[in-house]
């Protein structure tokens, strides 16, 4: 009696374990709100059905598609950009270096990493040393292009990095 009861528990970990290695990450953007960490499981014209866990049980459920703007699946690289720009004066040697993300959405990357950047870009005089800083970070150069705003030379870098959703 003993074995029975704890091989029916063994039996009922292993199959909860079994659900939770099927489980992703996948993330389901509509109009006013993000769905995360579910899977999907099939998209037809008219709904897409995914589930999630919810503790141990397993809850499935869908969506109609014109609600969904868009999908995002757990192992999908994304691309993110952001413009370096060094500020110099006319016929000045001081650059400053500012960093422009854009808007971006908190669950590509975490605000922190966005801050910590920002700021060390700070401690650079030069845009050089700031293009190092990034490269070392993964960003890669894809674009350059120069303006000008009163007595100021503006040069414009626009990196991108892949990650991982």
């Known amino acids: 009696m003993i074995f029975n009861s704890n091989y029916r528990f063994f ?14 990450n996948d993330t389901i953007y509509l109009s006013d709100t993000i769905i995360s960490s579910v899977r999907i499981v099939q998209q037809d014209e008219n709904k897409l059905n995914y589930f999630y866990f919810d503790s141990i049980k397993k809850i499935t459920s869908s969506i109609p598609v014109e609600e969904v703007q868009r999908i995002v699946y757990e192992d999908e690289k994304i691309e993110v950009f952001c413009d370096l720009i060094a500020k110099t004066k006319f016929l000045g040697t001081e650059q400053k270096i500012m960093i422009n993300y854009g808007n971006r959405d908190s669950l590509w990357i975490d605000k922190k990493i966005y801050t910590l950047m920002s700021k060390d870009l700070k401690k650079y005089n030069s845009i050089i040393d700031a293009l190092n800083y990034m490269g070392s970070e993964g960003w890669k150069t894809i674009n350059t292009y120069s303006s000008s705003q009163n007595s100021y030379t503006i040069e414009h870098y626009i990196l991108k990095k892949e990650i991982k959703k």
């Open 11 to 24: 039996f009922s970990f292993c199959i909860s374990l079994n659900f939770i290695g099927y489980t992703q």
